[in-house]
């Protein structure tokens, strides 16, 4: 336990100092949520469980065989199984025997249970899959939200200082007499409002790194660094596809409709399962087994013993010689080994069981097996009605977040060009400080929209990618 204790606190002391040392890439960042997720690690269990199974069903086709031992005191009437005797002694008796049966027909109950064993453990394979999948979408998302929000922080931070400068050099002109006390006050007033909006994005980036630290399974947020993405991440334009071609390309890899649909070929096999315990049971049966009893004597010999009989008329007794057994007066009861021996009982047959009247617990199995393969069918339908909406709400919002990032683009650039003019128009005395604010504070909204529109369309471009071939690259 000590062991166990010291490496669990020395596998958190290696995680923390590789997150200080070095900020996790995407691919470093899914590992990682992989090899800690809890629904990760229980889809695992639940797969070593189903190989488990599958061996029991391989095994189900071969012999049983039982031992048995039996060592009892016997008080009171009772029977000696070695001589056939009923009497009142006290007895002590032992038993020992093997015993095997081998399944000749059970209503095909083994081979359906086989094939079902099969299906259930590629069923749970692909069910870790879909997990993994699941949770490659969500590190994805939060991911990019980090970036997002890094990009958001950077461009308040950028705002601030521009508003700083504006601040020193408003305070020179008003000391010089040029502007008015007003315009410091104003521009003082941006600037405190200025570092709200970074206040802000600092928060909105710690809560960011609290939900991709939660997805890792970490506990400090503070030491989790992120790369940003690559200048040539690849993106594809999903424009011209359709829900429904993407649907075809998708569903043929997808663990999720695989899961589902293995699940419904799985009670397909219970039914059958439940429908051959309708049908006799043919066994071959065989054993071996042996007595012992304290009550068994230890003959040595036999030996001849003249005994009267009766008389004659003449009252003459008359005699006859009978043989009977010796008795061992040194060892009076026959020893363990020799009786195993000598009571050794053997049999080989066939068994029979005929199921005639099991109150309704046959029926009731194979009801209950048809009502779960209904459901596994309607959950299969389920998944992939979902799996088709989920593929139009994506293809919808990727065309929207294309659409986005084009106007938002074009609205930096124009926001950007009307900011830089009114610069020049503020420094040569054609604008006063507050009409200045008004474009800077709107190129800021417009780059802060830009940056939200570039991720969104980044992450919307993957997941149809994901969806496609059950992969990111970021």
Known sequence: MIKFAVWTIAFFLCTH?????????????????NSRNLNVKQAVLNKQRAESQLN????????????????????????????????RETRQIGNIGLNTQWVLFDGWQNFNNLKRTELNLQAETENIESIKNDLTLN??????????????????????????????????????????????????????????????????LDIARVQLANLLMLNDFEDLQIKPLPADIPLNDYSTYSPSGIYRE?????????????????????????????????????????????????????????????????????????????????????????????????FLGISIQIPLWSRYQISNTV???????????????????????????????????????????????????????????FNNGLLDQVQLETFKINFSNAQSQRIRAQYEYILRSKIIEFLLTNNITL
């Open 56 to 87: 029991v069903a391989r095994y189900a086709f071969s012999p049983s065989l039982n031992g048995q031992f039996g060592y009892t005191f016997n008080f009171g009437l009772n029977i000696d199984p070695v001589r056939n005797v009923i009497g």
């Open 367 to 425: 009801n209950n097996a048809r009502i779960n393969l209904e459901l596994s069918r309607l959950n299969y339908t389920q998944a992939q009605i979902s799996f088709y909406q989920n593929i139009q709400q994506a293809h919808a919002q990727f065309l929207a977040s294309k659409a986005g990032l084009d106007a938002a683009t074009k609205a930096e650039m124009a926001a950007k060009t009307a900011y830089e003019n009114a610069e020049q128009r």
């Open 139 to 204: 590190v994805a998302q939060a991911y990019l939200q980090v970036l997002v929000n890094e990009e958001l922080k950077r461009v308040a931070q950028q705002q601030l200082s521009l508003t700083d400068k504006q601040v020193k050099r408003t305070e020179e002109l008003v000391k010089s007499g040029i502007l008015p006390d007003v315009n410091l006050q104003e521009i003082q007033a941006q600037y405190y409002r200025e570092q709200q909006n970074l206040v802000l994005a600092e928060n909105n």
């Open 250 to 346: 998708a569903a043929e890899n997808n663990p999720t409709l695989k899961t589902a649909q293995l699940r419904e070929a799985v009670s397909e096999y219970e039914v059958k399962q439940a429908l051959g315990t309708r049908f006799p049971l043919i066994a071959l049966v065989a054993g071996i087994s042996t007595n012992y009893a304290n009550s068994v004597p230890n003959i040595k010999g036999n030996e001849n013993v003249t005994i009267p009989i009766g008389i004659t008329q003449d009252g003459v007794p008359v005699f006859t010689t009978i043989s009977q057994p010796v008795i061992d007066s040194e060892r009076p009861i026959k020893p363990f080994n020799a009786q195993v021996v000598d009571n050794i009982n053997e």
């Open 17 to 33: 100092m590789l997150l200080a040392q070095r900020p996790l890439d995407f691919q470093a960042c899914l590992e990682l949520a």
